[in-house]
């Protein structure tokens, strides 16, 4: 949000339309969901180490039930996190109109794509490795490699190369399509999203299994 109000405030002081409050909403809030991966990655291997997780483990179900089990109170979560967001940016300029609605729903697979990574490197390394992975890595990745808050065209070459190979940039495009009622240009980049999410959650699941029968064989 601070992020939000700062650029706002840039851009109101700047004689060019650099951050304008329609590209940048969606990009703020898919970045915003980084945390969300440090958040969930930090539950699932604290509890891989605790008698929690052993306890568990006696019950019948299997790891796609886990990684279902921590998904589905975190969606809520960050849907609430997307809405915030878009609160927040309508007394800087954003309207309010059937679009915004649209732009809420079109992130949730973003959201999804979150909650995998967190859950995939949470079941791959310890609380600690999390927190460099999710925290300082992928918050740094989001930022830069989104597009969040300037246009990846600018830059070309490898750089443009890499976030267009990436889900990030991808997300923020789709929820700023969305916004601007460019309808038929959304789908085009979820696919991106959604293929991205299904292969995490499916990498999530063999992680989680794996590393559950190693550590307690």
Not at 32 to 49: N, P, V, Y
Not at 129 to 154: I, K, P, R
Not at 156 to 170: D, E, N, T
């Amino acid at each position: 949000m601070i992020i939000l109000l700062l650029l706002t405030l840039i851009q109101s002081n700047v004689p060019v339309e650099l951050f304008a409050i329609k590209n940048l909403t969606p990009g703020i809030a898919v970045f915003g969901l980084s945390f969300i991966s440090l958040f969930s990655g930090m539950i699932i291997a604290k509890d891989r180490t605790s008698s929690f997780m052993l306890r568990l483990l006696t019950s019948p179900m299997r790891a796609g039930d886990y990684i279902l089990g921590y998904t589905l109170p975190l969606i809520p979560m960050a849907a609430l996190q997307i809405l915030v967001c878009f609160i927040v940016a309508v007394p800087l300029g954003l309207e309010i109109n059937i679009n915004m609605l649209l732009a809420l729903i079109v992130l949730m697979p973003a959201a999804l794509l979150y909650i995998a990574i967190g859950l995939l490197c949470g079941s791959l390394f310890t609380d600690k490795q999390v927190g460099g992975v999710c925290g300082a890595l992928l918050n740094n990745g989001s930022a830069w490699l989104s597009g969040a808050w300037f246009d990846v065209e600018l830059v070309g070459g490898a750089f443009k190369a890499i976030a267009k190979a990436l889900p990030f940039l991808h997300a923020v495009n789709a929820g700023r399509y969305a916004l601007n009622g460019e309808y038929g240009r959304i789908m085009p980049e979820l696919y991106w999203v959604i293929g991205y999410t299904v292969a995490l959650t499916v990498l999530a699941i063999i992680a989680f299994t794996k590393k559950m029968n190693s550590d307690n064989p």
